[in-house]
């Protein structure tokens, strides 16, 4: 089925350790969004890619690094994980420009311990 | 981004139309608004967007005022399944439309 891939679903690291959290849309989409959600708030914008080769700062980059590998796969790692990172982060991908709304993965779980 | 409130939360019995407002008094002439909604811990599914028209598909239909300063996202028919936190966004238009989302309005729907 069309849409977007998240892997892995559920995560638990330690703190200080490494890990990049992948990405795939299969909708030919220009545009490719990380996002965490912290319990009960709302979702915060980590990193954007607009095309492929290109990404920007979102509200939250702080720790994280993004990889726009290819039109298809945009990556998000945390080089040292800390507790606060421990979120729920999702993937999302649009045309550009966005009038058809975002397709959002279904999440990864990510615990810092 | 425009600003826009919502309320933090309301309630709607099985059948009956849920019409969920947003204020959005800071909106530019060539910004849409969108509507998300969020079911439990899912991704956020788009539902409807629009700019100056009254739009409808077939999930909901979107009511702009004239002065485009507020909307309503209506259920015509809210079922146990609608259940979800429901986010109104106005995103800065052209260019790359990053979705900056509030806390939402949770929606919880009830026999």
């Known amino acids: 089925n069309a849409g977007v891939t998240q892997t892995p679903k559920f995560q638990v690291l330690k703190t200080g350790q490494s890990m990049t959290l992948q990405c795939a849309q299969d909708?030919?989409?220009?545009?490719m969004y990380w996002y965490r959600q912290d319990p009960g708030m709302g979702l915060r914008l980590i990193y954007y890619?607009?095309?492929?080769?290109?990404?920007d700062k979102g509200e939250v980059p702080n720790g994280y690094n993004v990889s726009r590998l290819n039109k298809r796969e945009f990556s998000l790692r945390l080089e040292s994980a800390a507790p606060s990172q421990t979120s729920v982060y999702f993937c999302a991908s649009s045309e550009e420009p966005a009038n058809y709304g975002y397709t959002f993965g279904s999440g990864t779980r990510l615990t810092v311990v | 981004d425009a600003k826009t409130t919502q309320p933090t939360s309301m309630d709607c019995a099985e059948g009956r139309a849920a019409n969920l407002p947003c204020n959005h008094s800071t909106i530019s002439g060539n910004e849409y608004v969108y509507w998300y909604r969020q079911i439990h811990s899912q991704g956020p599914q788009y539902i409807i967007h629009?700019?100056?028209n009254n739009e409808t598909n077939e999930m909901a239909s979107l009511i702009i005022t004239e002065d485009r300063k507020s909307s309503t996202l209506i259920l015509p028919h809210a079922t146990l399944r609608d259940t979800a936190v429901y986010y109104c966004?106005?995103?800065?238009?052209?260019?790359?439309?990053?979705?900056?989302f509030g806390a939402g309005t949770r929606l919880a729907v009830h026999p």
């Open positions: 890619s607009a095309s492929e080769g290109t990404t």
């Open positions: 909708m030919n989409h220009n545009s």
């Open positions: 629009g700019l100056k």
């Open positions: 966004i106005a995103p800065v238009a052209g260019g790359y439309n990053k979705l900056i």
